[in-house]
């Protein structure tokens, strides 16, 4: 990701010395369009090399005394290919840190730095209570391994990148104190290609803070679980034990990481799927939630262009609930608005629905991901950053893998063609349509326990086709969405379910879908998938 980060020091007058001093600071964290590097949009999924990436920048000054820094701003956008667009977005980071700056030291100067700080140790007092209280301890004292992967890192072939997962959740009087080890061993070397993260970085701290929310899914109640702030408080709870340099997580410098979100990603999925382990999957299925698909050329004055967006995909079921459609684990980022991108771009948006099939089975089914076509109106070049187009997201206890990313030029059509991925350039004619669809959620629980309604339900919502009804839920379906009398045959049913349970094998308490076997050698399991 072609990321920046801006950050404003707050200041209050020491009572002693009469002299300010700094008591917090405000920071923004920024995705920008281009910084510069190999391709447009700075993610080449080629890259060997952070040089690739674009415009690195230290710890520099973009204000001083209230001023802005002009020569540093300007070797900025020099280096990028949209310079206005990177000068705008930085003046707006900017302004909100120095607003955030402002209101922060108004409340210190209104109440005090003793009373402000003590009221932020405080909420991070609270939620370590909280956590401990209410989440901890629904996992009980144990050890538990599991591990997912990344499938390609755009230099070599798919393959499976591994990141590993031993949770140890420790006992109260354990004299280091109660608290969960996440241990990252078993994780694999670091890629050629960008898809290497730095997690051990600052100790890990923000790779706790990232993966806590998953620990949300464990409270009493969905309505208890937006109740519960992931912050410091979080940490003491945590230890993470790294694998020495050199893997997917401990990467050496100066190795390629603009698709770091593939690794990141998916550590949240081992989290889930390791507690999943421990909790008789009372955790939801997988899901894969963000990838960068997009265009660029020039448009019909010949002005250049670069539009990219982030589309989501379907969260994974739940114990209690169907995984929701088309969600975004960056919630600002969502697919960009037909009429929007018609008037600046030279595409027409010929569909936008949600993708038919695409949620696993299961008793709660997975969320559904998009199904998106754009015809171009002038030659381009499309690119994507996308992971999740062979291994599909897992489902659990018995539910199915959702349907993974997919991206065709001109489906259906004698020139059909797919496009991995992972793709920087892959030249799109006037007139042809690019076919994106984004990956669904994991199914939770047995595809054969869930309501026949729900299924009927389903198909009159497009959400499930009648093949899928038969093959997936077992469900006999009755009369026609045409004569508005769909139904289903409960006897029938019953003993089509029953037929399928007696034939189908044992099977794992993961499902990883059929692209698995692709990148096993043939497998269709993991060891670890099995209790």
């Not at 139904?487 to 034939?503: K, L, M, P, S």
Request: proline share 7%; with cysteine; hydrophobic share 40%.
């Amino acid at each position: 990701l072609p990321d920046l980060c801006v950050t404003v020091p707050v200041f209050h007058n020491n009572t002693e010395t009469g002299k300010p001093e700094v008591v917090a600071f405000v920071q923004a964290f920024g995705h920008h369009d281009d910084i510069g590097g190999a391709v447009p949009g700075s993610m080449p999924s080629g890259a060997t090399s952070v040089y690739e990436e674009g415009l690195m920048v230290p710890p520099i000054k973009l204000w001083d005394a209230g001023v802005p820094v002009r020569s540093a701003l300007a070797i900025m956008t020099r280096n990028s290919r949209m310079p206005e667009a990177l000068a705008a977005d930085l003046d707006a980071e900017c302004s909100a840190c120095l607003m955030g700056a402002q209101r922060l030291g108004e409340m210190f100067d209104r109440y005090g730095k003793d009373a402000v700080e003590s009221a932020f140790d405080a909420i991070i007092d609270n939620s370590t209570k909280t956590y401990r209280r209410e989440i901890l301890s629904k996992i009980p004292v144990g050890t538990w391994v599991w591990e997912d992967y990344a499938e390609h890192d755009g230099v070599d072939e798919p393959q499976l990148h591994t990141q590993r997962i031993t949770l140890t959740r420790t006992p109260e009087d354990d004299p280091e104190g109660e608290r969960l080890i996440i241990d990252f061993m078993g994780t694999s070397p670091q890629a050629k290609g960008p898809i290497n993260h730095v997690a051990d970085a600052s100790d890990g701290v923000f790779m706790k803070k990232w993966l806590a929310p998953i620990l949300r899914n464990l409270a009493d109640t969905p309505e208890r679980m937006g109740e519960l702030d992931v912050n410091e408080g979080i940490v003491p709870l945590i230890e993470m034990r790294f694998p020495p340099p050199g893997t997917l997580l401990t990467p050496i410098f100066p190795a390629p990481t603009n698709a770091r979100t593939f690794v990141i990603l998916r550590m949240l999925g081992v989290l889930a799927g390791v507690i999943a382990k421990a909790v008789d999957g009372r955790m939801p299925a997988d899901q894969e939630t963000i990838r960068y698909t997009g265009v660029y050329g020039e448009d019909l004055e010949g002005r250049s262009y670069l539009m990219r967006e982030v589309l989501g995909g379907g969260a994974g079921g739940r114990y209690y609930a169907d995984g929701e459609d088309t969600i975004h684990v960056v919630p600002e980022s969502r697919n960009l608005p037909t009429e929007f991108t018609e008037s600046r771009f030279p595409f027409i948006v010929e569909k936008l629905k949600l993708a038919p099939d695409s949620g696993g089975a299961g008793q709660f089914r997975g969320g559904l991901g998009y199904e998106k076509h754009l015809r171009m109106l002038k030659d381009a070049h499309f690119m994507s950053i996308a992971d999740r187009s062979i291994l599909a997201c897992w489902g659990v206890k018995g539910g199915k893998a959702g349907l993974p990313f997919s991206v065709t030029i001109n489906p259906g059509q004698p020139d059909e063609r797919h496009v991995d991925a992972l793709a920087d350039a892959e030249f799109v004619k006037a007139g042809e349509v690019i076919r994106i669809c984004t990956t669904g959620g994991g199914g939770w629980g047995d595809p054969l326990d869930r309501d026949p309604e729900m299924v009927v339900r389903d198909i009159t919502w497009d959400k499930v086709t009648p093949k899928a009804a038969l093959a997936d839920y077992g469900v006999i379906l009755t009369g026609s969405l045409e004569t508005d009398d769909l139904g289903y045959d409960a006897a029938a049913t019953e003993a089509e379910r029953a037929r399928i349970r007696a034939e189908r094998p044992e099977e794992p308490f993961f499902d990883r879908g059929p692209g698995y076997a692709r990148l096993s050698g043939g497998q269709f399991s993991a060891e670890v998938d099995w209790l």
